[in-house]
Nanobody
């Protein structure tokens, strides 16, 4: 099993910054992509930023130029700047890759964290 844990959420005033972190742990052999999503109550979860292992990150139009995704080994970060009230949401981390399964087999995994709340007040 691969565990994913987010941290760094909180409350901030509009125009401020926050940095989210997400650590993946367990029997990880390889990571294919690390992605940040967010969800507001009553709305669908939306992709915020995605970082494939081979590079070429992509961002939601609403966060381009304000958010930056980066990675250090099994940790992915989301640096958020110039926050606006519309960024208020629960932010989730998703990690895809390959893990050591039972009997020594290599198995794919697609794991989610529990989410971290970001609240931006205007």
């Amino acid at each position: 099993q691969v565990q994913v844990v987010e941290s760094g959420g909180g409350s901030v005033q509009a125009g401020g910054s926050l940095r989210l972190s997400c650590v993946a742990s367990g029997s990880i052999i390889d990571i294919n992509a690390m992605t940040w999503f967010r969800q507001v109550p009553g709305k669908q979860r939306e992709l915020v930023a995605r970082l494939p292992a081979r590079g070429g990150e992509n961002y939601a139009d609403s966060v381009k130029g304000r958010f930056t995704i980066s990675r250090d080994k099994n940790t992915v970060f989301l640096q958020m700047r110039s926050l606006v009230s519309e960024d208020t949401a629960v932010y989730y981390c998703n990690v895809e890759g390959a893990q050591a399964g039972r009997w020594g087999h290599v198995e794919p995994f697609d794991s989610w964290g529990q989410g971290t709340q970001v609240t931006v007040s205007s």
